[in-house]
T-cell receptor, first 110, second 115 residues
Framework: GQQLNQSPQSMFIQEGEDVSMNCTSSSIFNTWLWYKQEPGEGPVLLIALYKAGELTSNGRLTAQFGITRKDSFLNISASIPSDVGIYFCRGQRAGNQFYFGTGTSLTVIP | EAGVVQSPRYKIIEKKQPVAFWCNPISGHNTLYWYLQNLGQGPELLIRYENEEAVDDSQLPKDRFSAERLKGVDSTLKIQPAELGDSAVYLC?????????????FGPGTRLTVL
């Protein structure tokens, strides 16, 4: 099935650093969602975006819906060890079609 | 409130054997999803149910995979016969509606290893 491109594929950062990742597609989406998945668990929804240009925060997390509607960005400020996991984007369009990204693996070094 | 429950958590079988996974969604959630997640990849939708009706099974390999959701609550996903390439995590999720804004709640998944 189709998977959206996420970048970077993996990140190793020091605790306290900020993190940026993005998700890109060749086609337009109406909704962008960001999930976090920890080992042995299913993905958990972090942030949902519904309008081009929208900027939404959830604590230290901030996500943006790209103005072209073909991309989305997730930033994590002042990372902490519990931020470790794999972050997935999900794009959704009309007709209930949705696709997950390939994931960004985040490792935070204390 | 209990989350999405899946069992078993792990399953190891030999190729050509049958296998079944069970999912109990969050109470009151009408929409149920089965996903396949390969190592290092995002989840890929296999089938979506609205109550007991499979409304999107376009990605389900019907030659060997089958699913059912009797009475619109619990669901079972079956593979018969299993192949080596079926080794993956099978995730179940549920949501209260099927709309674009509906939050999907995922279970912990069943990790299948086919030898």
């Amino acid at each position: 099935g189709q998977q959206l491109n996420q970048s970077p594929q993996s990140m190793f950062i020091q605790e306290g650093e900020d993190v940026s990742m993005n998700c890109t597609s060749s086609s337009i989406f109406n909704t962008w969602l960001w999930y976090k998945q920890e080992p042995g668990e299913g993905p958990v929804l972090l942030i949902a975006l519904y309008k081009a240009g929208e900027l939404t925060s959830n604590g230290r997390l901030t996500a943006q819906f790209g103005i072209t509607r073909k991309d989305s960005f997730l930033n994590i400020s002042a990372s902490i060890p519990s931020d470790v996991g794999i972050y997935f984007c999900r794009g959704q369009r009309a007709g209930n079609q949705f696709y997950f990204g390939t994931g960004t693996s985040l490792t935070v070094i204390p | 409130e209990a989350g999405v429950v899946q069992s078993p958590r792990y399953k190891i079988i030999e190729k050509k054997q049958p296998v079944a996974f069970w999912c109990n969604p969050i109470s009151g959630h009408n929409t149920l999803y089965w996903y396949l997640q390969n190592l290092g990849q995002g989840p890929e939708l296999l089938i979506r149910y609205e109550n007991e009706e499979a409304v999107d099974d376009s990605q389900l390999p019907k030659d060997r995979f089958s699913a059912e959701r009797l009475k619109g609550v619990d669901s079972t996903l079956k593979i018969q016969p299993a192949e080596l390439g079926d080794s993956a995590v099978y995730l179940c999720a549920s949501s209260s509606t099927s709309g674009g804004s509906a939050t999907q709640y995922f279970g912990p998944g069943t990790r299948l290893t086919v030898l």
